[in-house]
């Protein structure tokens, strides 16, 4: 069983930063790819950004060149740097980590409970 903790949410005015942690406890987190979703009230959660066990990362259109991702593979930590936030980036984040269980890409997804974001002046 995986457990994933978020923290570091909270409100920031438009254009500043925030830094979000998870951190992960269970066999294999540090093996498979971890990543960042969002739910903005009224739509679906959607992808932000992922990173492999190797460091590999990729992200939404909608945040590339601002959002950061990364981990820490000793700590089972992985983060999200979040710059130049926009009102727009303002959801509740979730923490995911996925477990790959066969070549085929059988996988157990595993969330957070979510960390609030809100970006307002």
């Known amino acids: 069983q995986v457990q994933l903790v978020e923290s570091g949410g909270g409100l920031v005015q438009p254009g500043g930063s925030l830094r979000l942690s998870c951190a992960a406890s269970g066999r294999g987190v540090s093996r498979n790819p971890m990543g960042w979703y969002r739910q903005a009230p009224g739509k679906q959660r959607e992808l932000v950004a992922t990173?492999?066990?190797?460091?590999?990362?990729d992200y939404a259109d909608s945040v590339k060149g601002r959002f950061t991702i990364s981990r820490d593979n000793a700590k089972n930590t992985v983060y999200l740097q979040m710059d130049s936030l926009k009102p727009e980036d303002t959801a509740v984040y979730y923490c995911?980590?996925?477990?790959?269980?066969?070549?085929?890409?059988?996988?157990?997804?595993?969330w957070g409970q979510g960390t609030q974001v809100t970006v307002s002046s």
């Open positions: 990173i492999t066990s190797g460091g590999t990362s």
């Open positions: 995911n980590a996925r477990i790959v269980v066969n070549v085929e890409g059988a996988h157990y997804d595993f």
